[in-house]
């Protein structure tokens, strides 16, 4: 049984090339979407429903909302009007949503499946939060210590780079 998978797989295959390939920025956002909702089904079904609900909670969740709130900030005017009259159209709307039924599809198929659910799974346990924690903390500390600092430096250099002058801000009033 280990049809879902593929089916994930192919999901996120195809959705990571139009995200590479789109040349409308809300549309490849739309598809990074799908993409990591499939890579969430995927660790579900090689028994890691921990790191899928990091998955859709981190980064299809919060990361890529804060992705598409700056992308349709920066582009501000009349021009932008127009431009979401047509985003608003359902050519727009068809592959992330075709995409989207078809993992939701496979989702409840897996859920539904509720007699033998090991049998759904490709790995041989569980992985839970605190195999995640146990890991993260001594095998792979350094590593988690370094993404901290590299975050910090990026919020940083963020801050500053956003940071406007006193004397621009009393210029313009």
Wanted: zero cysteines; proline letters at 4%.
């Amino acid at each position: 049984m280990m049809w879902p998978f593929y089916v994930m797989a192919v999901v996120a295959i195809v959705s990571t090339i139009r995200v590479v390939t789109n040349t409308n920025p809300v549309h490849a956002l739309l598809s990074l979407i799908v993409s990591l909702l499939a890579v969430a089904g995927i660790f579900l079904t090689i028994g890691a429903p921990f790191a899928a609900a990091l998955e859709v909670i981190v980064y299809a969740g919060a990361i890529m909302v804060l992705f598409v709130f700056v992308v349709m900030m920066l582009n501000l005017g009349q021009h932008t009007v127009e431009q979401e009259r047509k985003w608003l159209s359902s050519d727009a709307w068809a592959y992330p949503a075709l995409m989207s039924f078809l993992l939701a599809l496979v989702l409840v198929w897996m859920l539904g499946y509720g007699d033998a659910p090991s049998t759904l799974l490709m790995g041989k346990e569980m992985v839970g939060p605190k195999v995640v924690g146990q890991s993260l903390f001594t095998h792979y500390l350094l590593l988690v210590e370094v993404a901290a600092m590299i975050l910090l430096a990026a919020l940083v250099a963020a801050f500053h780079l956003g940071k406007r002058e006193p004397s621009e801000e009393e210029g313009k009033e």
